[in-house]
């Protein structure tokens, strides 16, 4: 497993000495607002990096740090720009940071930090917003990601960890600390918060219990997830946040302007027909064609390829599909093929192991012949009691367009077609 945190050039971690975390959650949504200590107990300087892992559904706004006694904060800025002015800044010999997502994952961050001498300490603070997804049984779900918190595998445990290079000491004194306290805001009102660590008692601040405080009990060992499941009393009645502009910001400007919120989840459970399981089924067909590799908008030298659009489209439908659901991924060109033979149970693993596959798909299967695959996955019985749906992910060059759509409208009551 790759290391993450503050490494240096040799793939090292630097000792971490404590975080730091405050979270506010405001219905489905988490402001998280964390700083990290690191100390450098090498007797050499050492050029350091900070690498991080985020989900898909979180950005970054702020970033900043005091490294060896210099201070840093990071600006955000258009791509091409940030690039220009780092270079310019290089070039004059003036010093610069560029954080940046690697090319190759959607999910890492990176940031070079220079020089950290010896005995010297690095304090950053790391600042990102997060849409939090409910759970089958109602409740937000909050994580805290694995660089905010570090295993902690006693010396002789097997398996890599994210803190595979920190020393290993008794329990009884872990080399570093972790608080957390987490502030709620809903409009629906707060029923209670869950979690598998110890937590403080729940703190109402509002009599109508419309907010509360909870944080993380003393003595968190570090051996597993930071998870906070929060459970509200009217969950399915739609909401609205409005956050003015941010002071000092141009008017019109993404900053600037007043941003409102709107959530809506509704209860889809009277939904069903009798008999039916509301998980459901869910196929979807990815085009792979040639074609798939031309860019979605010819006009402009920096817009996407077609199957990195229709792949990220993918990617979030894969996030946000019900846990005990089954689902299948087919993909298409000349050729076709699935990921498994039959549609699997989607649990946290097999999640896991789609988006990755998902995410080295590339466009490389020839030509856009969707009839086969289809007359595959229609020749699959559909699971009992969950209804199927078909997602298809195409740039729509297809020549037997006739024969395609006679072959979804003959299987239209079995399968809910989406394009």
């Not at 060896?68 to 800044?89: F, L, M, N, P, V």
């Not at 707060?190 to 729940?202: G, Q």
């Not at 459970?269 to 459901?280: I, Q």
Request: charge should be negative; glycine fraction near 8%; proline fraction near 6%.
């Amino acid at each position: 497993m790759a290391v993450i945190g503050l490494i240096t050039k040799s793939q090292e971690p630097v000792p971490l000495q404590s975080i730091s975390v405050d979270v506010a959650v405001q219905g489905f949504v988490a402001d998280v607002v964390s700083e990290l200590r690191y100390k450098n107990e090498e007797k050499a300087t050492v050029e350091v990096t900070f690498v991080f892992p985020l989900d898909d559904e979180a950005a970054v706004y702020a970033f900043e740090g005091l490294i060896g006694g210099t201070r840093i904060e990071a600006q955000i800025r258009e791509k091409k720009q940030a690039q220009q002015e780092y270079e310019d800044a290089l070039s004059e010999g003036r010093g610069a940071f560029l954080l940046e997502r690697e090319t190759n994952t959607s999910d890492i961050f990176t940031c070079s930090l220079g020089n950290l001498p010896p005995d010297g300490e690095a304090t950053l603070k790391l600042r990102y917003v997060q849409a939090l997804a409910p759970e089958p049984d109602g409740a937000v779900r909050f994580v805290l990601p694995a660089v905010l918190n570090p295993r902690y595998t006693p010396q002789g445990s097997e398996g890599d960890t994210v803190t595979m290079g920190i020393p290993r000491v008794p329990r009884g004194k872990l080399p570093y600390t972790l608080s957390l306290c987490a502030t709620l805001e809903s409009s629906h009102g707060i029923n209670r918060v869950e979690s598998k660590c110890t937590l403080a008692p729940l703190r109402f601040t509002a009599e109508d219990r419309t907010a509360a405080q909870v944080s993380l009990a003393e003595g968190h060992q570090f051996d597993r997830d930071v998870e906070l499941l929060i459970y509200y009393e009217d969950v399915h009645k739609p909401s609205a946040v409005l956050e003015a502009g941010k002071p000092g910001a141009a008017p019109g400007s993404l900053m600037g302007d007043p941003a409102l919120l709107v959530t809506m989840y509704p209860s889809l459970r009277c939904a069903s027909k009798p008999g039916l399981n509301a998980t459901g089924e869910f196929i979807f067909l990815l085009d792979r064609s040639g074609s798939m590799g031309c860019s979605t908008d010819s006009s402009s030298s920096d817009a996407p390829p077609r199957i990195q659009s229709a792949k990220e489209t993918l990617i979030l439908l894969l996030k946000s599909l019900p846990l005990g659901c089954y689902f299948n991924i087919y993909g298409f060109g000349s050729t076709y093929n699935s990921f498994y033979l039959q549609s699997v149970e989607y649990t946290q693993q097999t999640m896991s192991e789609s988006l990755q596959r998902v995410k080295d798909l590339q466009a490389d299967l020839g030509g856009t012949e969707i009839l086969q695959p289809l007359k595959a996955i229609y020749s699959q019985a559909c699971r009992e009691g969950h209804p199927c749906q078909l997602f298809v992910f195409t740039d729509g060059e297809v020549s037997n367009t006739e024969e395609v759509i006679a072959e979804v409208q003959h299987h239209g009551s079995s399968h809910r077609w989406a394009p």
